[in-house]
């Protein structure tokens, strides 16, 4: 038994899929948000704190899947925590619904500075299908303020990726940003 | 006189292919008691329009859907909560949303409507404005008790979740009651889809709830297709199949995964979720979406399956069928594991029944209902699938409904390429008056929809109901008594949707 599971180990390539290309305009408006200062304290990884501000959780299927083998986002130093205090980024996915408008803005107060607040998903973009609604304010951008939109519908995993590897690129000192 | 007899005294109104029967206010009124004394007839759900409620109910003997109606007058309608458990929370939506109260009923707090909405009652007509209110305060139901301490969780949790606001009453380390409020996702999902065509609105039965968008999606367009007598392209019908038990693969998969990992046993984890990985993946080589949103439309398809797309399907299946057998043996025989999940978060058969609660949550508890099987819809009507029942009740017994399920379903798809009809995906929708039902049964358990359009084939009520809101009770009672530490256990094994029943 022994034998071939050390040679499908030594052989097999990993499950974990090689990182998404990262759009450098992105990463150059980011950085322009981010001052020299903050770059500093956020140093090459991130803390995420996941807010689900009224999807219909096609989002948060695919955010976890973020976790799984196959994007392993640990290995660019990016995770998830357990609360907005240990965070550096509030990934907010939905709608902004009426009724979670002041978790919202708690778990934003609760995030030390600096930070970065990502709106994923066209719901969270601009509140999607469900602009216009009595029970929603709009996109996440009507509640907080956002500085990165990551479009789909659900984003796939890739597609999280890339916008959270431009944050991490945005950090980097000025002269390893390529232009 | 009988609930289903008194139902069937109404005037029946022509929706397809479950009739609604109109009845008078005094009629609807001696309801509650009949139902009461009629126990085999299962409460799925209860809504309204301007001035007037619904009723769907199940009869378990035959497996038919029967609709009731009455007019709410004075904006009040008899309760039937006080013989169905299951309505409360139908009841509490139904005047935060269309403004008419139960009379008699269980519990009138607000339900979706937090204080937090420009307007009060949004769909009845005349929504009052409520320009600069004040949310009030939620009032939970009270426990008494020496050393009864609480633990308010949420609507913001610690994991990639859905929120929701959990509040436990503790004594020591065991619940003595949870009660959740949930709402906090609420969209005004039904607003929207009023004076849409079925095949506009169809985006938004595809969003009720994400991991069921398929079921969901599916229910919606059967209903509309009833409504308006459109026969579906055999093949459309067989495409809708294979994306609806991919979705129950998928989500299967995910869930047991969560489960061994809530009790800290992250290999199954690992594992579940690659071979999910490849099901997403090949759902999106043959349907072009991982989670094959928006793929089904009222009248068929969105698109046919892609050249390739069959094979990518066999292959992610197979890596799923080789690896769950010994996935299995790996969860039964590790001791760690088995004490976490046998015998935590029972469900009393009893309750299962009283609720209706459907899906693997009924199943686990003694209830064999599948809504693919009774009262049964194309293609499971030539392709029966096998159906998983244990009597268990407790998360041990969930998760072996769920692989069981979701290995038949590996066979299904299977058959279901083999043997794929030729022809046409799409039907057209012509523009007209009529009303249906829709139920299909999701990963959870039944999806059911009702729709009803006017002469320009434009939706002027509707309704579509998720399976969790006769099953989020349940989890209240499956928790009594368990430790706070198996919260998380017991809820994934329940796995309700939050965004399904905020609507």
């Known amino acids: 038994m022994l034998w071939p599971r050390l040679a499908r180990a030594l052989l097999g390539r990993p499950l974990t899929g090689a990182a998404p290309p990262v759009p450098a305009e992105t990463v150059a408006a980011l950085g322009e948000r981010l001052a020299a200062t903050a770059r ?29 083998v196959a994007y392993d986002l640990e290995r660019f130093g990016l995770r998830f925590v357990a609360s907005p205090k240990h965070a550096d980024v509030l990934l907010v996915t939905g709608p902004a619904c009426r009724n979670m408008a002041e978790a919202m803005e708690r778990a934003l107060a609760c995030t030390p500075e600096p930070r970065w607040v990502v709106a994923a998903g066209d719901c969270a973009v601009d509140g999607g299908v469900f602009k216009g609604s009595y029970a929603v304010h709009g996109g996440v951008g009507a509640v907080l303020p956002v500085d990165l939109l990551i479009s789909g519908c659900p984003p796939s995993p890739t597609r999280l990726l890339e916008g959270l590897l431009a944050l991490l690129e945005a950090e980097a000192p000025p002269a390893r940003v390529r232009k | 006189m009988t609930a289903t007899a008194l139902i069937r005294a109404g005037a029946p109104q022509g929706a397809r292919p479950f009739e609604r029967f109109l009845l008078t206010a005094e009629a609807w009124s001696r309801l509650p008691a009949a139902l009461a004394g009629d126990p085999s ?9 301007p001035g007037m409620v619904h009723a769907a109910f199940l009869a378990e003997a035959g497996g038919t859907v029967l609709l009731a109606s009455a007019p709410a007058e004075g904006g009040r309608y008899a309760a039937l909560s006080p013989a169905r458990p299951g309505a409360i929370r139908f009841e509490r939506m139904v005047r935060d949303l269309w403004g008419l109260t139960a009379e008699g ?11 937090r909405w420009p307007v009060a009652g949004p769909l009845s ?62 969209k005004g999902t039904l607003s ?30 059967a209903a509309a297709e009833a409504a308006l007598g459109v026969a579906v392209p055999p093949r459309a019908v067989a495409l809708r199949a294979v994306m609806a038990e991919l979705e129950r693969i998928h989500n299967h998969l995910n869930d047991w995964g969560f489960i061994c990992n809530d009790a800290a046993f992250a290999f199954p984890h690992a594992r579940c979720g690659w071979l999910r990985e490849g099901v997403l993946r090949a759902a999106e080589v043959a349907f072009g979406h991982r989670l094959m949103m928006d793929r089904v439309l009222p009248g068929g398809v969105a698109t046919d399956i892609a050249p390739g797309g069959a094979e990518a399907i066999r292959t992610a299946l ?88 979701l290995t038949a379903s ?12 030729e022809g046409a995906t799409m039907a057209p929708l012509p523009d007209r008056a009529g009303e249906g039902v829709g139920l299909v049964e999701g990963f959870r358990g039944e999806c059911l929809a009702w729709l009803r359009l006017d002469e320009g084939g434009l939706i002027r009520g509707a309704f579509l109901r998720d399976p969790s809101w006769l099953q989020w009770p349940l989890l209240e009672a499956a928790i009594e008594g368990n430790i706070v530490a198996d919260f998380p256990l017991c809820n994934k094994s329940f796995n309700c949707s939050y965004s399904g029943v905020d609507l």
């Open chain 2, 41 to 49: 007839l299962g409460l799925m759900a209860l809504w309204a329009e």
């Open chain 2, 105 to 115: 009923g269980t519990d009138l707090r607000p339900w979706l409507d937090h204080g």
């Open chain 2, 125 to 186: 007509g005349q929504p009052a404005p409520m320009p600069g209110a004040e949310a009030s305060q939620p009032a939970f139901l009270p426990v008494e008790g020496e050393g009864i301490h609480q633990i308010p969780v949420g609507p913001i949790h610690a994991g990639v979740i859905e929120p929701g606001h959990f509040r436990f009453h503790v004594q020591g380390e065991v619940v003595v009651r949870l009660e959740a409020r949930l709402g906090y996702k609420h």
């Open chain 2, 318 to 405: 197979a890596a799923v069928e080789a690896e769950v057998p010994a996935l299995l043996r790996i969860y039964e025989s590790h001791a760690s594991l088995q004490d976490r999940v046998v015998g935590t978060g029972y469900l009393d058969p009893a309750h299962a029944a009283a609720f209706a609660a459907g899906g693997f949550v009924g199943r686990a508890s003694g209830r064999r209902f599948d809504a693919r099987l009774v009262p049964g819809y194309a293609p499971y009507d030539l392709l029966a699938p096998p159906i998983a029942v244990e009597a268990g009740g407790d998360v041990d017994a969930r998760v072996r409904v769920r692989v069981a399920e």
């Open chain 2, 410 to 421: 590996v066979m299904l798809v299977r058959r279901l390429l083999a043997e794929l009809p």
């Open chain 1, 40 to 68: 500093q304290r956020l140093g090459r990884s991130l803390a995420i704190r996941e807010v689900d501000s009224g999807s219909c959780n096609g989002c948060e299927l695919e955010v976890n899947a973020l976790q799984g």
């Open chain 2, 192 to 221: 929207l889809m009023l004076g849409k065509s079925p095949r506009a609105a169809a985006a938004f039965p595809a969003r009720l709830s994400g991991d069921s968008t398929v079921a969901h999606a599916w229910a919606f367009a």
